[in-house]
């Protein structure tokens, strides 16, 4: 059973991740597509006030 698998048997409705450019087409074969907006992501520790 994959992690897929077991996600969707428990309720998960979507999964996301980050592909690199050499595993987009690993990921592509087993059901991921291109979202049309980008992931963004913030460094928190960064923001943080002194």
Do not use: S
């Not at 428990?10 to 996301?16: F, K, M, P, Y």
């Not at 291109?34 to 520790?45: N, Y």
């Amino acid at each position: 059973m994959t992690d897929v698998d077991a996600a969707r048997e428990t309720g998960v409705a979507r999964a996301e991740l980050m592909a690199t450019a050499d595993g987009r087409q690993l990921y592509e074969r087993a059901g991921f597509c291109v979202a049309a907006f980008p992931a963004m992501r913030a460094d928190l520790r960064a923001m943080m006030e002194p």
